[in-house]
Nanobody, 126 residues
Framework: QVQLVESGGGLVQAGGSLRLSCAAS????????MSWYRQAPGKQRELVAT???????NYADSVKGRVTISGDMSKKTAYLQMKSLKPEDTAVYYC????????????????????WGQGTQVTVSS
């Protein structure tokens, strides 16, 4: 069973910084991307940043210049370094991977799609 576990959320004052961590557990043969999403109260979940196995990154316009995603797909980890935080960054932050390859006793390997972590709360006070 593949799981994503986030950590590092908390309460911070506006202008502060936080670093979120995500670790994938389970027997994973291959993982290509890891992403961070967030969902504020009453709003839809939105993509914050993505990192790929070749080190490519992508950011939402709302966080560019303030957020850095890093990670290592071979180690199944991803991090989100956030600085200059604003009250509007307050949300539950979720780690996601859209595809993993895991061992399968019958097929040898099987694909699993769209795995989410349980989320970590980030609250930015004004």
């Amino acid at each position: 069973q593949v799981q994503l576990v986030e950590s590092g959320g908390g309460l911070v004052q506006a202008g502060g910084s936080l670093r979120l961590s995500c670790a994938a557990s389970g027997s994973i043969l291959n993982i290509k991307t890891m992403s961070w999403y967030r969902q504020a109260p009453g709003k839809q979940r939105e993509l914050v940043a993505t990192i790929t196995s070749d080190g490519g990154t992508n950011y939402a316009d709302s966080v560019k210049g303030r957020v850095t995603i890093s990670g290592d797909m071979s180690k199944k980890t991803a991090y989100l370094q956030m600085k200059s935080l604003k009250p509007e960054d307050t949300a539950v932050y979720y780690c996601n991977t859209d595809w993993v390859l895991v061992p399968d006793q019958v097929m040898g390997a099987k694909e699993i799609f769209d795995i989410w972590g349980q989320g970590t709360q980030v609250t930015v006070s004004s």
